[in-house]
């Protein structure tokens, strides 16, 4: 079967750091990934998608950026967090063609 | 753009109730999904719908793909304390739009 991971599950950084959020998935290949953050207010905004790697896409311009440098690894980044870069991230795969996304256990960030 | 108008926003019903919440929208959908959130956990999958009029359950949840492809329903049946939680819509017509959420509450 297939499984996501997130690691950190917690994160509290500083203004000004840098980030890394990790997300893994074991027991597909050429899975597509997602990065989503989630607010206080619930919704649930797309980031970047990857459909293979070294293949990304940005949904909305900001503070992060996303790599993919191996088949099911995914990775946000930031050179300089802001206080607006907290929330609670979620990574997401899906299988090829398909559109039910499978989420991981997210990563709690606050940004101090 | 797309979107997906989700109500309601939060119910706080009594224990063994029945839910009902939807999502609609003015664009029309290929596939809808229903998830649900528990606080500090990533969204679960419950439910995937890929016809319009197509009726499907897993176990007190059902949900329906409306016939006019830009709506879909869930119901919760005999509400217990686990189904605490926020539920999601998502609808597939080009990309995956999620909904803004049902928060759930159910009191013992």
């Known amino acids: 079967s297939q499984t996501i991971h997130q690691w950190p599950a917690t994160l509290v950084q500083p203004v000004g750091s840098p980030l890394s959020l990790e997300c893994t998935v074991e027991g597909t290949s050429n899975p597509n990934l997602y990065w989503y953050r989630q607010a206080a207010g619930r919704g649930l905004q797309l980031l970047f998608y990857s459909v293979g790697i070294g293949q990304i896409s940005s949904e909305v311009p900001q503070n992060l950026s996303a790599s993919r440098p191996q088949d099911r690894q995914f990775i946000l980044s930031s050179k300089k967090l802001l206080l607006s870069d907290s929330g609670f991230y979620l990574c997401?795969?899906?299988?090829?063609?398909?559109?039910?996304?499978?989420f991981g256990p997210g990563t709690r960030l606050t940004v101090t | 753009g797309q979107q997906l108008n989700q109500s309601p926003q939060s119910m706080f019903i009594q224990e063994g109730e029945d839910v009902s919440m939807n999502c609609t929208s003015s664009?029309?959908?290929?596939?809808w999904l229903w998830y649900k959130q528990d606080p500090g956990e990533g969204p679960v999958l419950l439910i995937a719908?890929?016809?319009?009029?197509e009726l499907t359950s897993n176990g007190r949840l059902t949900a329906q793909f409306g016939i006019t492809r830009k709506d879909s329903f869930l119901n919760i049946s005999a509400s217990i304390p686990s189904d605490v939680g926020i539920y999601f819509c998502a609808g597939q017509g080009g990309k995956l739009i999620f909904g803004q959420g049902t928060e759930l509450s159910v009191k013992p």
């Open positions: 664009s029309i959908f290929n596939t």
């Open positions: 997401a795969w899906t299988r090829d063609s398909s559109y039910e996304q499978y």
């Open positions: 719908l890929y016809k319009a009029g």
